[in-house]
């Protein structure tokens, strides 16, 4: 291989805007509530850069306050109407629109945010504290002494033993913020209008978020992963109608846990039960289902031909990167007969080079972490 060329990356299609619109002002109620523009934790020591393998980081990373709890779940958020509908007075692209305000001053935003085509977009560091489900505006914590919990609410909740959203948090935790890892749908005009794209991205997200930071995610939704209208039902709340962030709760759904639920499940092997971090031990299926993952996130590379063959080699004992790339890229592309690459085939390179670095040797690595 050639080693100067430059690493493959996924065609984007936004640029940067020196105008920031807010992507929430076409939605009524649905604006983001005004949250400090300081962190109120701290700032601790420097954590290690920590984000997923499945996302793309199209800007440096907004820059917060270091996380001080362990990740306890993920969080997931509409971006509501306002990025379509700006996009389309505006000309741009929706998730330029949604990208510009999460890495805009306003300060407020997710970790990651996955656009139309299932593309996963890095905004904030897992290691520091983003600004999407914070309680700080309606008066924090201490405001669900004093609520009730309306029937959309409890009905989803009370089995969980939980009489208010203080309750979801794990002890100790006084903010959502500090716990969960942020996730938004860009959504349609309508303020939802999510795609199977989305879904797919978010259940290769959640389970690879569950995976890294060791969670179990017993159901959909639960604690440990659930919706920003669980979390601050009454900011996210359309009154006799059920939640809106993003609409699992309502009498006309907009979102459907069953369905993520669903699509967890079949990434994880089927197994039914409990989903989260693929099980110790399963080394052949585990190197598969992370070979499987970490090419989702490529989505323009679509086609994961080359995965079983790979995972078989694995088993057997291969643990180069580079033959293992070899078997993945020469699966993809019957038609070279397993011609090794040439001087000059640059396309060819970058997709090998881009497969060993973003597929390969993310799984090597993260197979040995979970056999020590
Ligand atoms: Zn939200």
Known sequence: MNASHPGWAPPRSETRSPHMVSPFMAQGTAT???????????????????????AVTPRPLVHRSARTRPVYGVCVHTTGSGPAITGRKTGKEPITVALDYYFGPEGLGPHYVIGYDGTIYAVCDEGRVAWHAGWQPIGGKARWASWTAPAWWSSVWRPWNAATPADLLPPGASDPNQVYIGVELLADQTGWGFTEEQYDS?????????????????????????????????????????????????????????????RMQALHGGSGGQAGPPAGGGAISSFEALLRSLFGAAGTLGSVLGVTEAAAAFAGGERNSDRLTDLIFHARHPERGGRPIARGETQCANEWLWIRDNVVRPALGRAAASAS
Do not use: C, M, Q, Y
């Open 202 to 262: 978010l259940a290769r997200l959640v389970l690879d978020v569950a995976w890294r930071h060791g969670i179990t995610i017993p159901a959909a939704p639960s604690p440990r992963l659930l919706g920003h209208e669980d979390t601050n039902p009454i900011g996210r709340e359309t009154k006799g109608v059920g939640g809106w962030d993003p609409g699992a709760h309502r009498t006309d759904p907009k979102f459907s846990w069953a369905r993520l639920w669903s």
């Open 32 to 54: 983001l509530p005004a949250e400090p523009r300081a962190g109120w934790l701290g700032e601790a020591a420097a954590a290690v850069t920590a984000v997923s393998p499945l």
